[in-house]
């Protein structure tokens, strides 16, 4: 998905491969994929950064008075769309610029760009990443919207005929494949209709572009098989959610900064101290890792979803797991975060608490190798075992009032997600839902 292309290889390939259209491709706030799309005759232009969109219609963006901004092409991120072969479409990820030539604050993509140089001040020339997006597979009806209806009743590594998505989940590796993606496992998740599609790690920010086409590609190459592809993390009552578990290092140069081979575990202070920021400002990212009302309806014990903040590297009840391979392959699994998220401004708070941890040399709590689920809540006390926040209202005051996950994301940012998830969650909160009729209304 990434190469190293110059403006004149862009504009030779585009018209050798009769591409017609190119959509400029960004983020908004709240993890919507948006373009502009563009006939080729406009590439060049776009390749100069003279591209101009109006920032006032995108959630999280500027008010109407200043809505001018300019989308600058990332050359690295072109790729032609495999599924349409005539008057073919190509994609450029762009960052977001202000009309005077600065970066604007608001981009999630800058944000995150801004999250790495500070690692680099700190030495870290590469935050890597290994991300594992589960989704669920739906029936659609005759006019192609979606049903309540499973594709499927399988379960973990199930095959055909128990995993009717087998198909569909081919064909979605195939095309990322074309596209770039190294694609290391493909397999039914645990419950009914659910699938994970697992790829290469890679540098945080290209990680979260592939994050956002890997999105896009499940869901285009579900429709084509009938089928919608949701990654909203609790689509069903009684089985488990779709999370996003993201495996993270940090390197300096091409030695990994969290392994010692002299540690009993083979981690290294950084990553003791990293893993004890991110416990640490657990509660003050989840409104970001886990952004949505339903994100909630996931984090809840009992259906292997980390509700607790703990870490193990021989239990999966915890926040965080300590996968077993070593050498540069070490690494930490932080396991609450959902497919709901923004990639760009998850993996920023995450970095922002690692660093924390490592910048204040915080001290790592115990592990926790039983299992938290069957724990009493005084077990869980004793232990010192605290709890995810229990809904999006918790999670939002618990961001405000942490510093660091503040000065990460930035004022502008900070200010437009909290109002647009304030407005969610009174949303959410005022409105009557069919669990109360079916409870209530035949009774009072």
Not at 130 to 141: A, Q, R
Not at 364 to 381: F, K, T
Request: proline share 6%.
């Amino acid at each position: 998905m990434y190469s190293n292309h110059t403006k004149v290889d862009i504009l030779r390939i585009a018209k050798e491969q009769n591409v017609r259209f190119i959509r400029l491709q960004f983020t908004d706030l709240l993890g919507a994929i948006k373009n502009v799309e563009i006939p080729v005759s406009q590439l060049e232009k776009a390749l100069d950064n003279k591209m101009m969109f109006d920032g006032s219609s995108i959630e999280g963006y500027v008010r109407i008075e200043e809505s001018d901004m300019y989308l600058y092409p990332d050359l690295s991120t072109w790729v032609i769309f495999p599924w349409v072969t005539e008057d073919r479409v190509a994609r450029l990820i762009c960052d977001i610029y202000l009309p005077d030539g600065r970066p604007f604050p608001g981009d999630p993509r800058g944000i995150l760009k801004r999250a790495l140089r500070d690692a680099e001040e700190m030495g870290y020339t590469a935050m890597n990443v290994g991300p594992e997006p589960e989704f669920f597979l739906f029936k659609t009806d005759d006019k192609g919207n979606p049903t309540n209806e499973l594709n499927d009743q399988g379960g973990y590594f199930d095959l055909a005929p128990m995993d009717l998505g087998e198909n569909c989940r081919r064909e979605i590796v195939l095309t990322l494949e074309e596209m770039g993606f190294e694609i290391e496992a493909s397999h039914h998740e645990v419950a009914p209709g659910q699938h994970e599609i697992d790829f290469k790690y890679a540098n945080a920010l290209k990680a979260a572009d592939q994050i956002q086409t890997f999105k896009l590609v499940v869901k285009t190459v579900a429709r084509q098989h009938g089928l919608h592809a949701t990654f909203m993390p609790k689509p069903l009552f009684g089985v488990n959610g779709s999370g996003m578990h993201c495996h993270q290092s940090l390197f300096r140069g091409n030695e990994n900064a969290f392994y010692d081979e002299n540690d009993k575990l083979g981690l290294s202070v950084a990553a003791r101290h990293y893993m004890a920021g991110v416990l640490r400002h657990a509660k003050g990212m989840a409104a970001i890792t886990n952004p949505i009302v339903n994100s909630y309806k996931r984090l809840v014990p009992g259906y292997e979803a980390p509700c607790y903040v703990a870490w193990s590297a021989s239990n999966r009840s915890p926040m965080i797991r300590i996968p077993a391979s070593r050498g540069l392959s070490t690494r930490i699994e932080v396991r609450n975060p959902d497919p709901a998220a923004n990639p760009y401004l998850a993996l920023t708070v995450m970095l922002a608490a690692g660093l924390d941890g490592i910048r204040h040399r915080m001290s790592l709590p115990a592990p926790v190798d039983r299992n938290i689920y069957v724990m009493s809540e005084e077990e869980r006390e004793e232990q010192g075992i605290p709890s995810l926040p229990a809904d999006l209202k918790e999670a939002l005051s618990e961001m405000i009032r942490d510093d660091i996950i503040v000065n990460a994301l930035g004022e502008h940012a900070l200010a437009y997600f909290y109002e647009l998830k304030e407005i969610e969650w009174d949303m959410y909160r005022t409105q009557v839902h069919a669990w109360e009729r079916d409870q209530y209304f035949t009774h009072y």
